[in-house]
């Protein structure tokens, strides 16, 4: 069975850090462009960031454009998203998911939900003082 999990979140201050991880059970994500996104309360699920198969590509919402990071280590089969400069708009619950099927190695897919697949169940990011 194809899983994805979430790990990471928790309770920051504004201007501060949190690296999110993504891992796979049952595949290696080294086929895959990795997306990340965000839901919070009463909104819809926002676009967040994306990383290609090969790593070379790599995608960002204008909102955290300069202030997150993501990145792939092909040995631990994970994705990461470094948050820096935290805001308290950052506030969400934070899902990966799968995308780029069958694209090539330096495709990243458009930071739409339709465009991906085996989402995880998401960690919790709060950002408060």
């Known amino acids: 069975q194809l899983q994805l999990v979430e790990s990471g979140g928790g309770l920051a201050q504004p201007g501060g850090s949190l690296r999110l991880s993504c891992a796979a059970s049952g595949f290696t994500l080294d086929y895959y462009a990795i997306g990340w996104f965000r839901q919070a309360p009463g909104k819809e699920r926002e676009g967040v960031s994306c990383?290609?198969?090969?790593?070379?590509?790599?995608r960002y919402a204008d909102s955290v454009e300069g202030r997150f990071t993501i990145s792939r280590d092909g040995a631990k089969n994970t994705v990461y998203l470094h948050m820096t400069s935290l805001k308290p708009e950052d506030t969400a619950v934070y899902y990966c998911?799968?995308?780029?099927?069958?694209?090539?190695?330096?495709?990243?897919?458009?930071?739409?939900?339709?465009?991906?697949?085996?989402w995880g169940q998401g960690t919790q990011v709060t950002v408060s003082s």
């Open positions: 990383i290609s198969r090969s790593g070379l590509t790599t």
């Open positions: 998911a799968v995308g780029g099927i069958g694209k090539s190695g330096s495709y990243c897919p458009p930071l739409l939900p339709q465009e991906y697949d085996t």
